[in-house]
Nanobody
Framework: QVQLVESGGGLVQAGGSLRLSCAASGRTFSPYAMGWFRQAPGKEREFVAADRWTAGLIQYADSVKGRFTVSRDNAQNMVYLQMNSLKPEDTAVYYC??????????????????WGQGTQVTVSS
C-alpha cells in the first residue's frame, strides 16, 4: 500500500520557520517528481515547490521563492520543505504529492499519483 504522510506543521509567528516532512512508503519514490502543494480556506490547491532530481529539475512558486527550499533523502524515501520568513498568507494545509509515472510538469497536480493527508500550517501576524 502506497502512502505519503506529512508532518511538521503547526502555529508559528510571522518571520518564523518550519520544516515539513513527507514520509513515503509502499514503493520507491526516488525516480519520480515529488512536490508540495497547499490549500487555504476558500481557495484552490496551489503549487508550492517540487523537484524531479533524476532530470535535474526544481521549481518554486513565485510567492515562496527565496524563502522555501525543497529537498529529499532518497535513501529514506523522504521529502522536505524548509519554510523560512513565513508570512500570514502562507497559512494553509500543505500536501505532499509524488509517484506519478507520467510527467505533466512540476507544477501540474496531474504529475502526482499519490497524496498525503495534509498538515496544517498557521502563521500569525
Amino acid at each position: 500500500q502506497v502512502q505519503l504522510v506529512e508532518s511538521g506543521g503547526g502555529l508559528v509567528q510571522a518571520g518564523g520557520s518550519l520544516r515539513l516532512s513527507c514520509a513515503a512508503s509502499g514503493r520507491t519514490f526516488s525516480p519520480y517528481a515529488m512536490g508540495w502543494f497547499r490549500q487555504a480556506p476558500g481557495k484552490e490547491r496551489e503549487f508550492v515547490a517540487a523537484d524531479r532530481w533524476t532530470a535535474g529539475l526544481i521549481q518554486y512558486a513565485d510567492s515562496v521563492k527565496g524563502r522555501f527550499t525543497v529537498s529529499r533523502d532518497n535513501a529514506q524515501n523522504m521529502v522536505y520543505l524548509q519554510m523560512n520568513s513565513l508570512k500570514p498568507e502562507d497559512t494553509a494545509v500543505y500536501y505532499c504529492g509524488g509517484g506519478g509515472t507520467s510527467f505533466y510538469g512540476l507544477s501540474n497536480p496531474r504529475t502526482y499519483a499519490y497524496w498525503g493527508q495534509g498538515t496544517q500550517v498557521t502563521v500569525s501576524s
